[in-house]
């Protein structure tokens, strides 16, 4: 069965950072780029990164630039997003999803986690 | 980035037709055939409905279609039914690989 499993939200304060994991089975991973999207509470859908499947390509949606990191270990089929300088409005779903085609970087997602909750608040 | 322009609200009957706009710019919708549609119901995970403007993914109703015309893109659903009161997204790649999303329309089947 193909799955993206997210982990590592949680309540944080806000100037902390948070390290997300993005676990893929049922597909070989190093074949497709991955990406980031977040989904404030009751709001729309706003793409945050994209890496290639080597992780030699990388983009940042241009607000988010510097704020956020994202990489992948393909040796465990993990994808991962760290976020700095957590403000209120990093409150967000944050979902992994998957590149509909193989290889390069930017495309629709046909794939997507169930997402990992990352709530900033003192 | 600006997202994508949509009605923050559709409605429609059982049965009937209705068409959802999707307004960019010619460095985004105009300029590419990199469009796509999402479904999300309600504390769900978004779904892939159609990409390439038009194109419908395996196991997608064919009452579901995407057209384009200048920077507006749509998508149609025919033959409402219940269970297709959700919320909708276009998606475009924009000029300098980035992606935009709409922001989203909820669609009430009355």
């Known amino acids: 069965e193909v799955l993206l499993l997210e982990s590592g939200g949680g309540l944080v304060q806000p100037g902390g950072s948070l390290r997300l994991s993005c676990v893929a089975s049922g597909f070989t991973f190093t074949d497709y780029a991955m990406n980031w999207v977040r989904q404030a509470p009751g709001k729309g859908l706003e793409w945050v990164s994209s890496?290639?499947?080597?992780?030699?390509?990388?983009q940042f949606a241009d607000s988010l630039q510097g704020h956020f990191a994202i990489s992948r270990d393909n040796s465990k089929n993990t994808l991962y997003l760290e976020i700095n300088s957590l403000t209120a409005d990093d409150t967000a779903i944050y979902y992994c999803a998957k590149r509909l085609w193989l290889g390069g970087l930017l495309g629709p997602f046909d794939l997507w986690g169930q997402g990992t909750l990352v709530t900033v608040s003192s | 980035q600006s997202a994508l322009t949509q009605p923050a609200s559709v409605s429609g009957s059982p049965g009937q037709s209705i068409t959802i706009p999707c307004t960019g710019t010619s460095n985004d919708i105009g300029g590419y055939d990199y469009v796509a549609w999402y479904q999300q119901h309600p504390g769900k995970v978004p779904k892939l409905l159609i990409y390439d403007v038009r194109v419908r993914p395996s196991g997608i109703s064919d009452r579901f279609s995407g057209s384009k015309s200048g920077n507006t893109a749509s998508l149609t659903i025919s033959g409402l039914q219940p269970d297709d009161e959700a919320d909708y997204y276009c998606y475009s790649y924009r000029t300098g690989d980035t992606i935009l999303f709409g922001g989203g329309s909820k669609l009430t089947v009355l």
């Open positions: 890496i290639s499947g080597s992780g030699d390509r990388i």
